[in-house]
């Protein structure tokens, strides 16, 4: 019944392995995204992605790209990765007309 | 970056009333104020949002002032569950495609709620 789930909860890595997190979402939305939340909490949008638009904050180093097979999965793959990914990392979706965006657990990544 | 300004942290009673203020002095004619929380190791939950009128729902109310420039979310009745950050956030309810329509977060108003 979870509306947004991402795997794995927890992901222990180490520097320069390349990594995916996964992202499903049942509500029907049309739009996802991904959030990085760092240690300090400030929490910032990664990428959002409606059908075929892809906004990429522009802050976002290349080494993430989402992947998206259909529409209610946004999956996050990131290669090469550094000490300063570790963080956690939230899936998120929403439409046109829902109220607000529903957001999954988070991911922790510790990458070491 | 965000468009509001928040208090960094507020305490409340536990029973009594939270009243979280939020300015938004430069808040557009389209943009509604929208209110987010996120407790501790769970991702942030939509509370509430609004345009204009005051609004309420079964988790709070929210008080727009009439310039729109700033607001209040309202927890009746705070619990020690209530204890969160607590984002307000202003942007257009649509989507209008592009990064106009998505959620920017600050730094947000952390409650403490205390027994």
């Known amino acids: 019944d979870t509306a947004v789930s991402q795997t794995p909860k927890y992901l222990v890595t180490q520097m320069g392995n390349d990594k995916s997190i996964k992202c499903e979402q049942n509500?029907?939305?049309?739009?996802m995204y991904w959030y990085k939340q760092d240690s300090k909490k400030f929490l910032k949008i990664m990428f959002s992605?409606?059908?075929?638009?892809?906004?990429i904050n522009e802050t976002v180093p290349n080494r993430f790209s989402p992947k998206s097979p259909d529409k209610a999965h946004l999956n996050l793959h990131i290669n090469s990765l550094e000490l300063g990914d570790s963080a956690v990392y939230f899936c998120?979706?929403?439409?046109?007309?829902?109220?607000?965006?529903?957001f999954g657990s988070g991911t922790r990544l510790t990458v070491v | 970056d965000a468009k509001t300004t928040q208090p960094p942290s507020m305490d409340c009673a536990e029973g009594r009333a939270a009243n979280l203020p939020c300015n938004h002095s430069?808040?557009?004619?389209?943009?509604?104020v929208y209110w987010y929380r996120q407790i501790h190791s769970q991702g942030p939950q939509y509370i509430i949002h609004g345009l204009k009128n005051n609004e309420t729902n079964e988790m709070a109310s929210l008080i727009i002032t009439e310039d729109r420039k700033s607001s209040t979310l309202i927890l009746p009745h705070a619990t020690l569950r209530d204890t969160a950050v607590y984002y307000c956030?202003?942007?257009?309810?649509?989507?209008?495609?592009?990064?106009?329509?998505?959620?920017?977060f600050g730094k947000g108003t952390k409650l403490s709620v205390k027994p």
């Open positions: 956030i202003v942007r257009p309810m649509m989507n209008y495609g592009g990064s106009q329509g998505n959620l920017i």
């Open positions: 430069t808040i557009s004619g389209n943009e509604y």
């Open positions: 509500l029907g939305h049309d739009t």
């Open positions: 998120a979706s929403s439409s046109r007309d829902s109220y607000g965006y529903t």
């Open positions: 992605y409606n059908n075929k638009e892809l906004i």
